[in-house]
Each structure stands twice: as C-alpha cells, then as structure tokens.
C-alpha cells in the first residue's frame, strides 16, 4: 500500500489560508502562499478553462468570487488571468501557476470539479500538470465519473473521493467507488460518525481526512472518527481566527 502519511501529517487549509474572503481570498496564489508559509498541506478545486487550461476555482459560476457572469468553461486562461478575485490583486491562477508558486513546500489536495460537457479531459490535464511535479500531490472528486478515470489516466497519483451523507443510499453509492482504486477518503465533518468511514479506517486502513472544520466541535470530531482536518476560519497551531 502506498505511504500516505503525508496526506494526515498536518492540517490542510480548505482553499489555501485565506482569511474568509476579508483581504485575502479563497483559491488565490496569496491564500496559498500564506498556507505554505506556515506549513499546512493546501486543499484547492480545478476546472478546465475554454482552451483546455485547468484553473483554480471552486464554482462553476465566475460571479461569486469575481463580480462578473459567465461560467468558468466558457473563459479562455487569458481571459481569467485578467480578472481579480475580490477586488483584490489576485487573478485567478492556472494550476501550473500554483504548482510553481508551492514548489513541493507542503502537500497539495485537488480537488476535481466536473461539469457534465465541460470536464472531459479534466483528469488527463490535471495528471499531466502533476507528472514533473516534485512535490507530494493527491487528486480526489464528489463526480463519480472523474474518479472512474483517475487510475486510467492519472496512474500512480494517490486518489480519493470526496463525499458527505449518512443516508443508507448515500452509503451505498459510496461503497461503490472502492471498486475504483481509491487510496483515501474526504468526508464531510458534519456527517460523522458513518459505517463507510469506519469500514475504510478499520478495515482497509485507509485514511480519512475531513472537511470543512470551522470550530472546535468539529476539531474534536475529527480526531475521534477521522485522521486530519481540512479546515478554514482559524489557524489550527494557535486556535487563532484567521
């Protein structure tokens, strides 16, 4: 089995250290060099762009984080290059962008956003991104249909699957997905304790990070039923808000 200490050795920043969208904003290349700065594995999302690119970006919708309409797929990288996210002097960054900016300091978690039409050669792109990459790296999805491609098109990059539900459906769906070569598991901290986290710690040794912890019930969550902690609002090593 691979080594994953790496994935739970410190706590992860959910979409780098930002401090809530105040001055310093999600998904930026500011958020996660404050991240690295400090030692925390840096949690962040991707999409393909209109030209094939991968972006870094949570939504789908360019409107939340950059005032303008539009979809992130129907924007070129230059396109979003000259966008500021918040107002601020952040852009919104390519992967290789950030990759280049953390330059193997601290682990990476990326998260894999599919938009049905729009994400067919997600996997490929974001392998290829990862490929020289020096650095400790990890790819994980909620979208079913990107995690059926990881080991095809992304070999020997640990994989996970993101996932929230304690419903018997929701389980089951998830139970699904260990056919498909997963290494770890990103579940959600308000859906724990649940047979499937359990099953995958305990009988497959497999570890399980959570997401996204706010407070300290949550904290105290995680590390009674998971391994790590993706967080944001605070600083993990002095309990501070961010």
């Not at 925390?40 to 950059?66: K, M, P, Q, S, W």
């Not at 960054?93 to 997600?122: N, S, W």
């Not at 993101?162 to 498909?180: C, K, V």
Request: some cysteine; proline content about 4%; charged content about 25%.
């Amino acid at each position: 089995m691979t080594d994953l200490s790496w994935l739970t050795a410190r706590p992860i920043a959910h979409r780098g250290l930002h401090d809530l969208n105040k001055t310093c904003w999600e998904n930026t290349l500011s958020a996660f060099e404050r991240a690295a700065a400090r030692g925390y594995a840096i949690e962040c999302d991707v999409h393909l762009t209109a030209n094939g690119d991968v972006a870094v970006f949570h939504d789908d919708v360019l409107n939340r984080l950059t005032g303008t309409d539009g979809f992130i797929w129907q924007r070129t990288t230059r396109e979003l290059a000259a966008l500021r996210v918040g107002g601020t002097a952040d852009h919104v960054p390519t992967l290789a962008e950030m990759l280049k900016l953390v330059d193997g300091r601290v682990p990476l978690v990326i998260e894999l956003k599919g938009i049905p039409g729009h994400d067919g050669e997600l996997v490929e792109r974001v392998a290829a991104a990862l490929r020289n990459y020096k650095g400790k790296a990890a790819i994980m999805s909620f979208d079913h249909w990107l995690i059926r491609d990881f080991s095809r098109h992304a070999p020997g990059v640990p994989a996970g699957l993101t996932a929230w539900g304690d419903l018997d459906h929701e389980i089951e769906a998830h139970f699904s997905m260990l056919a498909h070569g997963i290494s770890f598991v990103s579940y959600s901290v308000t859906h724990l304790p649940n047979r499937f986290v359990s099953f995958v710690r305990e009988k497959l040794a497999m570890p399980v990070i959570t997401w996204t912890v706010r407070d300290q019930e949550a904290v105290r969550t995680t590390f009674a039923r998971a391994d790590q902690m993706t967080f944001e609002g605070f600083d993990p090593d002095t309990l501070a808000v961010a």
